[in-house]
């Protein structure tokens, strides 16, 4: 009984760090989302109303930020784009694990320094998703052909 709780809360925890990761990249649409949402209720939307502008504006948020990323030419830009998404994933992440090493971690200053890395990582990891859709462009000028003949 004991080995089975073992590998079930190993397991668990397991799944937990991996739902955390994947669901970094969408700390900016998520916050979107959540704000478009509280401003339509409070406005009178109702609540289905306010659920579907919000899911709407979280949706539309993440589809225009990785279609502007992969679409710029721009470094400075794709910059810009990916760090947008990458700090709320970090803030994100820094109070997930700040909340999970306050139930092991008995020394406050030791929480700080596993909540710092946590959020390291997981922006790093957000970023990363991010420029993965960054395609390699060959060097060749753009529009102009040559005629052979």
């Known amino acids: 009984m004991l080995a089975i709780g073992l590998v ?3 397991l668990g925890i397991g799944l937990f760090c991996w739902a955390i990761f994947t669901l ?3 700390a900016l649409p998520l916050f979107v989302s959540l704000s478009i949402g509280m401003i339509a209720f409070q406005s ?3 609540l ?4 579907l502008l919000g899911t709407a504006g979280g949706a539309l948020t993440l589809v225009l930020g990785q279609v502007a990323f992969a679409v710029t030419r721009s470094s ?6 990916a760090t ?3 700090v709320p994933a970090a803030v994100a992440g820094y109070h997930v694990v700040f909340a999970v090493s306050q139930i092991g971690v008995p020394s406050p200053a030791w929480r700080e320094v596993f909540a710092c890395l946590g959020a390291v990582c997981i922006g790093v990891t957000s970023w990363t998703r991010l ?3 960054a395609k390699t462009r060959s060097f060749e000028p753009g529009g102009v052909l040559e005629n052979p003949s």
């Open 24 to 26: 970094a990249v969408y």
């Open 131 to 133: 420029m993965v859709l």
């Open 76 to 81: 400075a830009l794709q910059i810009a784009i």
């Open 84 to 86: 947008a998404f990458a």
């Open 8 to 10: 079930l809360n190993t």
């Open 44 to 46: 009178g939307a109702g």
């Open 48 to 51: 289905i109303g306010a659920l």
